[in-house]
């Protein structure tokens, strides 16, 4: 018998389940895992902002009196077209029960009022850019004359720069898709997009620069993406990608579009036209809110900006699910304020371990790793483990599964072995497990950073 040890660290890179088992955790270079499952954990530990990951914040009441400036999720300050004051934590509304769950959104606050010309009694998106009110409705996009949102007169003369204007984005003799999103990002870019494009206006819509991103990759609904201020975050129907800032080169046209996460987009965002992207500059992430219109419990995501790992979220109980999501800059602080299914306003605080007083579980699988170079044929005893979680934490606990093949172990049902550990470092545990793969799970109800595990085993030989 040979003993061998491995240092287990927290898994940045996410949840993966797009490549195989042994691929998604062996001869990894950056040694940025990925863990097969986990829930309400983020890389970021709890207490501070060290990436060592453990359990996420927990949801307090936002109280409607605290001042600050409301904001969409992509960080601009909310305000009415027609110039009435920014519009306050009041002007949220809740649908019926009927009705799905949804924030007062552009496409309802910006629905165009032709005093002059004509313009589309229903839109399926909207933006305010340079003046201009610019709604879609099908494949045309009907852009107010700068300066007075009420003007959709086309027939002005072609020489006057600020007329209204009426057009597409499709090559010649091409109908074009339907527009599934419009966003515009500090009267400088004009993004219009499709299921399966992209195209960017620079500058003035009639004499600035038109250029097609992407011929494929689209955005799946009005406000599937977010802007982290450097950067655009857009949910297409092939996954999540990153939209880069202007480098002034002529080269960045083709290298602007960048996959995120392309391994571990998991298929429930694939084509969820409601979802809502906000950027969170506090957690320094993405949060991804889905639908669900029978209010059940449902899972939503959060991808992490540091290390580009996407996590899942599921909250205590359904009421208390976020059914959208705004900013608020307040007091020298820019975060996300979610509206939840019972209409009351929360965000998440690092100093809460529960969702408005309700515990949650959290868990994180580490593995499958094997203590015998990776192959199929060495059994193995795992007869130690060492674990270390932050000072702050208010406990946890580890379990192990455990079997001939990485996927046994991952699937099996069986706890092998498990054991409760302490805050700060935790004498050595001894299970005496054995078999060829091995996944520990960290999990808890209650707060917890993971700092470390190392676990020692014995190599028993060929397995027969």
Known sequence: MRPVGKVLHFPLAGVGR?????DSNQHREDGMYPTPDALNVWPAGPFESRLRGGSRPGLIGFSSEDTGTWCWPNGDPIFWADGEPPVGISDFAITDESAPVH???????WLPDAQKGNAPASISASTFYRARLIVAEGTVIYASRASKIHDFDYGADMDDAGRAIAFNVADADRKGDPITALIGVNDRDLYVCTANSIWMYRGDLIHGERVCLSGEVGVVGPNAWTWDGKSLYVLSPRGLYKILADNGHAQWWGEALQPVSPDRVPAALLGESGATL??????????????????NNAVHWFLDERAGGLWPVQYASASIQPAAVGRVKNQGREFCVFLCHDEEWRCYDTS????????????????????????DSGDAMLTEITATLAEAAMGASVSVRAGHSAE??????TVRFSADLMKGWHNV?????????????IQSTARWAYESVEVRGQQLGRLR
């Open 18 to 22: 797009n490549l195989t088992y042994r």
């Open 103 to 109: 924030i007062v959104d552009p496409h309802e606050m």
């Open 278 to 295: 906000a950027y969170d500059p506090y957690f320094r992430g993405v949060h991804i809110i889905l639908p669900s219109d029978s209010r």
């Open 352 to 375: 809460i371990a529960k969702d408005a007083g309700t515990a949650f579980q959290s868990f994180v699988d580490i593995g499958p790793f094997s203590l015998n170079q990776a192959t």
């Open 408 to 413: 046994e172990a991952d699937k099996s049902a």
């Open 429 to 441: 545990l001894r299970p005496r497990v054995r078999g060829v793969w091995f996944v520990l799970r």
